[in-house]
């Protein structure tokens, strides 16, 4: 089946122009100049012609950072990958790359196995799996060799979370060799664990157990030193880093100082720092504060994170946008941290807003529309291994497009979200523009604001290297 997307503004990391996209089954096959559909009726005519006027027609997003099912504190996230991947092309992302965990004492293999096993089947539109790598011994990092080659190739680490998923200094070192090695791309959660735990009990033990403690302990110079100490070992062991959800100014001050060094040095960002601080959410009266607990935390408005973020993005500093998507229900997760912060379970919700968040950073000046795409598709798909089958309308390309109405200002609610969440982060906030069409791999999934994806259509997708490795 043929399928003709005309009439609209196609938005690439490189600019926006008029322009039609020609879809063959799952493939896009051209990108045309206005008017070259008259060939194509020419010879027969597409199936279906989608009219575009007015949208932007873009690549469909890629998230690069999600948490479906994820075990954290005694509870899983709620979203599981069939509710997650749903919400996701509801909000205009067409593929994730989430993670399969490797805990303490457990074997890599079996734990990525039983990960893909869950996975499969349920997910409505195509996915990666990173490896997170929680116990690092030399059988993990043999394995590590085996993933890349089948398409698993990043992992994350932790430099948080002591006794849970914390590598040491050592084992971090030798799991960036054995990247520098195999291709693999390291991540790297950089907060200063055992530093943030001290400042925790010291906080709960003088009566400082409600959810803003949790942002005051996890102090920005513990984001900073980690991300200082990650890189330099990523200089030693002369492997690729990328930093994940980084929300502190002193963090992205030690990733620029790298880059202008010339180091494979990257890092994202996620909307809920873009958009949120520690006084106005986290810092709500009684225990509200608790939708807003994810790490790293939220940032003090006092200082100039958001404005810096913003920075960032432009000067590229950082290249990704992803929303590290790990919901839990206020209702029995959240509420285990009732009495003392440090058992409410790290996470935001955010996987179907990040490309109407992002786009409100074009209608406020913060960024191009180009920038746009480029943050949330095609960037993420190049340091993945995606591109240029995702993250890209080009021939060739597999056909994940979106449409999106610029001029469709609509307000986040619970009410009309379709994330598995007892609440909204974004609860009243209004943005400016809508996805109205989704399409993953040639399919229509979203249109009319009817959802008519179906789980189990998504795929495993084995990963390349990243295209930013030199
Ligand atoms: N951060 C979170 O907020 N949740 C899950 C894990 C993480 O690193
Ligand atoms: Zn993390
Ligand atoms: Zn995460």
Request: charged share 20%; with cysteine.
């Amino acid at each position: 089946m043929t399928l003709l997307i005309k009439g609209g503004t196609v938005v690439s990391s490189t600019g926006a122009s008029l322009a039609e996209v020609l879809v063959d089954g799952e493939t896009i096959v051209a990108v045309l100049s206005p008017g070259c559909d008259a060939a194509i009726a020419a010879e027969g005519g597409a199936t279906r012609v989608i009219d575009a006027t007015d949208r932007y027609v873009i690549p469909g997003g890629v998230d690069v950072h999600t948490h479906m099912s994820f075990p954290f504190g005694g509870t899983f996230a709620s979203d599981t990958f069939e509710t997650g991947t749903r919400a996701a092309a509801w909000g205009g992302t067409t593929t994730i790359v989430d993670f399969a965990t490797q805990a303490y004492g457990k074997n890599v293999r079996e734990c990525f196995d039983a990960r893909l096993a869950e996975a499969q089947g349920e997910c409505a539109i195509d996915y990666g799996l990173h490896m997170i790598i929680g116990d690092v011994q030399d059988d993990a990092l043999k394995e590590m060799d085996r993933l890349v080659d089948e398409g698993v190739s990043s992992f994350k680490l932790f430099m948080a979370y002591p006794g849970v998923f914390l590598s040491d200094d050592g084992q971090i070192l030798r799991a960036m060799q054995q990247a520098a090695g195999n291709g693999g791309l390291l991540m790297m959660h950089a907060e200063n664990g055992l530093a943030i735990d001290v400042l925790a009990a010291q906080a709960v033990e003088r009566g400082d157990s409600g959810p803003v403690h949790h942002g005051y302990v996890r102090r920005a110079e513990f984001e900073s030193e980690a991300t200082h100490r990650a890189i330099q070992l990523a200089k030693v062991g002369a492997a690729p880093l990328y930093i994940v959800h980084l929300s502190a100014s002193e963090a992205l001050e030690q990733v620029a100082i790298a880059r202008n060094k010339g180091m494979n040095v990257f890092a994202e960002t996620c909307p809920q720092y873009l958009y949120f601080n520690l006084e106005d959410q986290l810092d709500q009266p009684g225990f509200e504060g608790a939708k807003y607990v994810c790490s790293t935390p939220l940032r003090t408005k006092h200082e100039h994170h958001q404005a810096d973020l913003w920075t960032g993005l432009r000067t590229n500093d950082l290249s990704v946008v992803s929303t590290d998507h790990c919901p839990f229900c206020m209702k029995e997760q959240k509420e285990m941290g009732l009495d003392d912060f440090r058992a409410i379970p790290n996470g935001f919700g955010g996987v179907e807003h990040r490309i109407d968040m992002i786009y409100q950073g074009v209608t406020q000046g913060e960024i191009s529309l180009a920038r746009w795409v480029e943050l949330c598709a095609t960037t993420p798909a190049r340091m993945m291994g995606l591109y240029p089958r995702k993250g890209v309308l080009q021939p060739g390309s597999d056909a994940d497009i979106v449409l999106y109405n610029p001029n469709h200002p609509w307000t986040i609610s619970v009410d009309n979200h379709h994330m598995n969440i007892d609440y909204s982060a974004y609860e009243g906030v209004t943005v400016p523009g809508k996805v109205e069409t989704v399409l993953s791999r040639g399919r229509v999934i979203v249109e009319g604001g009817q959802y008519l994806g179906r789980k189990g259509d998504g795929q495993f997708i084995r990963r390349g290297l990243s295209s930013y490795l030199i």
